[in-house]
């Protein structure tokens, strides 16, 4: 399939363009500027030069593509309103472009686990959201979505958990945190973080992508429920050094952090049922027993950018 993804350079859309690049479909990558572009076809996809605010950009690319995926996401002060209006754009771009040429549409939209809240029980797709400020705005869209999905256009809502690997992300950031001498754990760090391996996600929107029956939200978690203070200290053991370990307490977190600290001191404990009904399931089950593998690729990550 020919496929237009934005965030193609990001964290979880490089995962998912590798991983389609792979799965044999042809790519069409928005980038910012010329030298994003040329990273991203040197993995092999072609690029429009766009942003998500302007429209008329990228509005083209859309129509001609049999599938949209959706990763970027701008954290400027009007990133949301900017996003509001991209899926607008998009959706309405898919809907017009099937109904001239017969052929249905995909479009996969990418939110996150932390909508769902606080979930000490098992929280699956259609679970209640109770999400805290830092993504309040989220439900909103993923409605969007999964309300413009028709007969011509499949509409999909992929809440992956905390992303880990490939020396970024949330993980890495404690990994990096080690590596200098003290990690901070917000919150209680008795909560639980559903996790899940950046190339494991980037197999399920393939899986997403090639399944005509996926619809709807889907999670992408590896269910192994792990407590952050134990991956702290898995990450800790594997440290030339061995770093100290402090618990930040949440008021004070939130005066460096705002919004952010709620979001990483929830407790979640989440489920994928429906990722693994398509025949889905993760090579890396959580991120303690990862941790040499992670280390070693933040390290690579580090040696490419210097």
């Known amino acids: 399939m020919h496929v237009f993804l934005t965030g193609a350079t990001g964290y979880i859309g490089s995962a998912v363009l590798d991983a389609m690049i792979k799965g044999g479909h042809r ?12 990273r991203l076809q040197a993995k092999g996809a072609a690029t429009v030069t766009g942003e998500l605010g302007l429209p008329k950009t990228y509005v083209n690319a859309v129509k001609a593509a049999d599938a949209v995926v959706h990763a970027a996401m701008e954290s400027s002060p009007k990133g949301v309103e900017k996003e509001k209006q991209a899926l607008d754009t998009m959706l309405s771009a898919q809907a017009q472009a099937s109904q001239a040429d017969g052929k249905p549409r995909v479009f996969i939209y990418t939110s996150g686990v932390w909508v769902l809240g606080r979930s000490v029980k098992s929280a699956e797709e259609d679970s209640p959201l109770d999400p ?14 999964l309300a413009s999905f028709s007969a011509s256009l499949r509409t999909v809502v992929v809440r992956p958990g905390i992303v880990y690997g490939g020396g970024r992300g949330i993980v890495s950031d404690l990994i ?43 999670h992408a978690t590896d269910e192994s429920d792990e407590r952050v203070i134990d991956i702290a200290e898995a990450i800790a053991e594997q440290v030339p050094q061995k770093p100290d370990i402090r618990i930040v307490p949440l008021t004070e977190a939130r005066k460096k952090l705002g919004t952010y600290a709620d979001a990483l001191a929830l407790d979640q404990k989440v489920r994928s049922p429906k990722a693994h009904a398509l025949g889905w399931a993760p090579t890396q089950t959580g991120v303690i027993n990862s941790v040499p593998r992670l280390v070693e690729e933040f390290r690579n990550a580090q040696r490419e950018k210097s």
């Open 27 to 38: 790519v069409t990558a928005m980038a910012r500027d010329p030298e994003k572009a040329e």
């Open 132 to 145: 805290p400020p830092h993504v309040e705005w989220r439900p909103a869209h993923e409605e969007k979505v």
């Open 176 to 218: 990096k945190d080690a590596l200098n001498g003290l990690i901070r754990v917000v919150g209680p760090g008795k909560n639980r973080w559903p996790c899940i391996y950046d190339h494991d996600l980037g197999d399920l929107y393939v899986k997403i992508l090639e399944s005509p029956a996926a619809a709807g939200v889907i």
